[in-house]
């Protein structure tokens, strides 16, 4: 299945592992087909009253570590069981002592309310979802989750070289939270555990209550 189609008159190509291009014989253009690398699944976790939900490398088949450079948590129809809950995470690194490793982050969210007639962009400072070289856990998508059987999360976090003892590891997220005064909030993260230790561990929760339902599921992508 192609990912994209381009037409330029001229195309410089440098094949990719998993990618396969081709090309069509209109003589005025170029077109070249990209197929995307593959994304493998590792590890479904559903929640049932949860007070967290833990990836641990190593544990129950979860793979965290060297064999992927990047790795993706998406997050399928997540309800908190206390109204307005903020769904957040935190990373232990190799030979930690606990989700309480140092983030910076910063966050953007846009949001709009169920009659349509309130609208907004906005930026966070430190004393909302940015941290600043904080141990706090980070939340994800900018406001509290509903807890009717018509509000719920959903999104993904993607996770960069967790296993490298070289460089801090970077994630940026994006999620969608209706809230418990039916707004529609689309929400961005972007930070860094800030260590070079690895991180092989990824925990989730509520700031409050518990996961009363949904999935997380985890893969690595080539």
Do not use: W
């Not at 090309?23 to 493998?40: H, I, K, N, R, V």
């Not at 992927?68 to 957040?88: L, Q």
């Amino acid at each position: 299945m192609a990912l994209n189609k381009l037409k330029y008159n001229s195309l410089n190509v440098t094949p990719v592992a998993n990618k396969a291009i081709s090309f069509d014989s209109d003589p005025d253009a170029l077109e070249a087909t990209l197929e995307p690398g593959s994304m493998t699944f590792i590890k479904k976790l559903t929640a049932s009253s949860d007070s967290t939900l833990s990836f641990i490398d190593g544990s129950s088949n979860v793979v965290l570590d060297n064999t992927y450079k990047e790795y993706i948590f998406i997050f399928n129809n997540i309800h908190p069981s206390s109204d307005g809950d903020f769904f957040s995470f935190q990373g232990n690194a190799a030979g930690g002592s606990g989700f309480n490793e140092t983030i910076t982050s910063s966050s953007f969210r846009a949001y709009q309310n169920e009659a349509g007639d309130d609208t907004a962009l906005a930026y966070y400072g430190t004393n909302d979802f940015d941290l600043a070289q904080s141990t706090n856990f980070q939340v994800l998508g900018g406001g509290g989750v509903g807890a009717d059987n018509d509000q719920c999360l959903a999104g993904s976090l993607h996770l960069f070289n967790p296993s490298s003892t070289t460089f801090v590891k970077h994630f940026i997220s994006r999620v969608n939270i209706i809230s418990n005064s039916n707004y529609q909030l689309d929400g961005y993260q972007a930070g860094y555990f800030n260590t070079t230790s690895a991180i092989d561990e990824i925990q989730f929760k509520m700031a409050s209550g518990a996961i009363d339902s949904g999935t997380i599921t985890l893969y690595g992508i080539n």
